[in-house]
Nanobody, 124 residues
Framework: QLQLVQSGGGLVQPGGSLRLSCATSESTKDIYAIGWFRQAPGKEREGVSCVSGDDRYTNYSASVKGRFTISRDDAKNMVYMQVNSLKPEETGVYYC?????????????????WGQGAQVTVST
């Protein structure tokens, strides 16, 4: 069973940056799209970014486009999300998930596997 282990959360000031990491227990190349989601306190989980299994397609929510960048390093079984210019309202728990999709990725997919979550707090 595929396992995802996250790292890289923390406390950052408004306008700051972080890199979130998602390590997979086996190769997801050409098998799984990987998505990043976040859940703010008292709100539903929302899709932030995703990358297709073949690494040819990415998608971002409108609120993060131009500030967040998703990438995958299939040689290392890693997926990253660089988050820049963070805002206080982006505080929450960030999750990575795997969805069996090769050429595209969507936030509404049946993500079958999830990381444990990483807290990101944007505050002075």
């Amino acid at each position: 069973q595929l396992q995802l282990v996250q790292s890289g959360g923390g406390l950052v000031q408004p306008g700051g940056s972080l890199r979130l990491s998602c390590a997979t227990s086996e190769s997801t190349k050409d098998i799984y799209a990987i998505g990043w989601f976040r859940q703010a306190p008292g709100k539903e989980r929302e899709g932030v970014s995703c990358v297709s299994g073949d690494d040819r397609y990415t998608n971002y929510s409108a609120s993060v486009k131009g500030r967040f960048t998703i990438s995958r390093d299939d040689a290392k079984n890693m997926v990253y999300m660089q988050v820049n210019s963070l805002k206080p309202e982006e505080t929450g728990v960030y999750y990575c998930g795997a969805d069996a999709m090769i050429r595209l990725c969507v936030f509404s997919g049946p993500y079958d596997y999830w990381g444990q979550g990483a807290q990101v707090t944007v505050s002075t």
